[in-house]
């Protein structure tokens, strides 16, 4: 059976330019490298409502969600509180996560603000952080841990390994194949009949077309298919033989 796998990036700083993201490019990274692929990812600041109404949608599509950041302590993270509402439960101290904080704070105070990295939303079950023990959570194939990538990367991968090893492909199960295209018809618009019936002739493959321009003159038109590769072989054939036809000059995409 396949899934949807998307990404929720939380942070009033990605949004406001003072830090980079670091999360979207590894995450579809570790996805690959499984033959799987993000399909889509959002980037939210740390508002609770909308983090709350953002999870209740995807919830509810029955997506897979890696959501990175707003789990910590301090007044500025609103994600476990977002996660219990959207939930429509309380926020309660998780045991097994309280075993681990004994664990990474041993014979030390356990203070009520340490207390509060592990209290989590009722009912759901911790995300291990093999970098300092500090786990995160998980409910509804919904996976939430911190910001900081050295924590969270790890914890994603034991998830989609742990969770959804009988989805992984091989690798070099799916190829991609593309011409550029250039003169006065290589325009997207001009080929939307072509798009479309390789679409509907070949509904496995995901076809792609991204115009290129210099200034406000277009360059090429880059036109492909990923997917099988017999497929993509014979889509591509088709391709070629009705580009040539409309004499559109063409070049392998390198």
Not at 90 to 114: C, D, M, S, W, Y
């Amino acid at each position: 059976m396949s899934r949807t796998f998307g990404a929720v990036i939380v942070g009033d700083e990605i949004l406001s330019g003072k830090r980079q993201d670091k999360h979207f490019a590894r995450i579809a990274e570790m996805l690959g490298a499984r033959g799987l692929s993000l399909s889509w990812v959002e980037y939210l600041g740390d508002d609770r409502q909308r983090l709350a109404a953002t999870f209740r949608r995807t919830m509810a599509a029955g997506d897979v969600v890696f959501s990175c950041g707003g789990i910590g302590n301090t007044p500025d993270d609103h994600t476990r509180q977002a996660v219990a509402a959207a939930l429509g439960v309380g926020l309660e101290l998780h045991p097994v996560g309280f075993e681990e904080i004994k664990v990474r704070f041993a014979n030390e105070e356990i203070t009520e603000q340490r207390k509060q990295l592990v209290t989590f939303p009722a009912g759901v079950q911790i995300v291990p952080n093999p970098f300092n023990r500090i786990p995160g959570f998980m409910a509804n194939d919904h996976y939430f841990v911190p910001g900081f990538p050295q924590m969270a990367h790890p914890m994603i991968e034991w998830a989609l390994d742990t969770f959804y090893a009988d989805l992984f492909k091989p690798v070099d199960s799916k190829v991609e194949k593309a011409f550029l295209l250039t003169g006065p018809h290589a325009y997207e618009s001009a080929l939307l009949d072509l798009m479309e019936r390789i679409v509907k002739d070949y509904p496995t493959l995901r076809l792609f077309s991204l115009p290129s321009l210099i200034g406000k003159e277009r360059k090429h038109l880059e036109l492909g298919v990923e997917g099988a590769p017999q497929l993509v072989d014979q889509a591509m054939q088709e391709i070629r033989c009705e580009i040539e036809a409309r004499k559109i000059d063409w070049v392998w995409r390198p």
